[in-house]
């Protein structure tokens, strides 16, 4: 098969366990760009924390995309948004009122700052850390918030976040998307917003047909991304259901996993 476009997860995808771009893999991207691929990063983070990959990878120079909000806010070569979505005011409370309760820090964004509630944990500043933005806490969020926003990012302890998802499944799981990003992270996205639909969009911009799209992941997140490609491919410190969703499995991130599979489907 001869391969359009390829999408990739940033964390402990892209980068290794070391937050960081391996040379191999860097090099393997930037050629099958010179051999006419197009690339596309997808991530849960907001379009600001993912943009600076894009430019690492000369996405930009190459006619490629970026994909924040997992598929909320997708970006053109030209920095120009292709597609937005936002969650349904109307979901804040009912969704809130089910948080109240908990241990977890609900969190939001606004332009290149992170809204949070009071009940911070160890896990809430982990995407202020990795991405590099100041992180206001507020006391009442759900009033605060007066914007449109594309999603909750719901921070806490993993085996809290596995029994929130079921209660907020059961709850709301007809109106909303809920789903893990990573152990730590649980997501609730306007519905039938995800990677997914977001490579989806991609490719009818690119006028690409979705089956010549490979993708890669390693978290929940990247399921739909995975599923809705051509080909999905699963890195080797994914999450076993990552794994079992994938068309192949590589080597993990740190073992340069992207690379490897590129050569082995002769797209490099």
């Known amino acids: 098969m001869k391969y359009k476009l390829i999408a990739v997860d940033i964390d402990d995808t892209l980068l290794n366990r070391k937050k960081e771009i391996t040379p191999l893999t860097k090099a393997a991207l930037l050629q099958a760009q010179e051999n006419g691929v197009k690339l ?37 070569s030209r920095n120009e948004l292709i597609g937005k979505s936002y969650l349904d005011s109307r979901y804040i409370e009912p969704v809130y009122d089910i948080l109240r309760p908990t241990n977890v820090t609900t969190m939001v964004h606004k332009g290149a700052v992170i809204y949070a509630d009071s009940k911070v944990n160890d896990y809430t500043h982990i995407e202020s850390d990795v991405i590099g933005l100041p992180l206001n806490v507020v006391d009442d969020l759900p009033s605060f ?12 302890d993993p085996d809290e976040l596995k ?6 499944l059961t709850a709301l799981g007809e109106e909303v998307d809920i789903y893990l990003s990573a152990p730590w992270f649980l997501e609730v996205m306007p519905k039938g917003v995800n990677k997914g639909t977001g490579l989806q969009a991609i490719c009818d911009d690119a006028e690409i047909d979705i089956s010549e799209a490979i993708a890669f992941g390693d978290s929940y997140n990247d399921i739909f991304m995975l599923k809705a490609a051509g080909t999905g491919v699963a ?3 994914a999450e076993e259901a990552v794994k079992a969703a994938a068309d192949m499995v ?19």
């Open 163 to 168: 029994e929130l998802e079921q209660r907020l």
């Open 40 to 76: 596309a990063v997808a991530s849960g983070r907001l379009p600001y924390g993912v943009r600076p990959y894009a430019e690492k990878l000369d996405i930009l120079r190459h006619g490629g995309y970026y994909m924040g909000f997992n598929g909320g806010a997708i970006m053109n």
């Open 145 to 156: 918030i007066d914007w449109d926003i594309h999603k909750f990012l719901i921070a806490g």
């Open 235 to 237: 890195m080797g410190n």
């Open 250 to 268: 590589t080597a993990d991130s740190d073992e340069d996993g992207i690379a490897l599979a590129l050569k082995k489907l002769g797209i490099i």
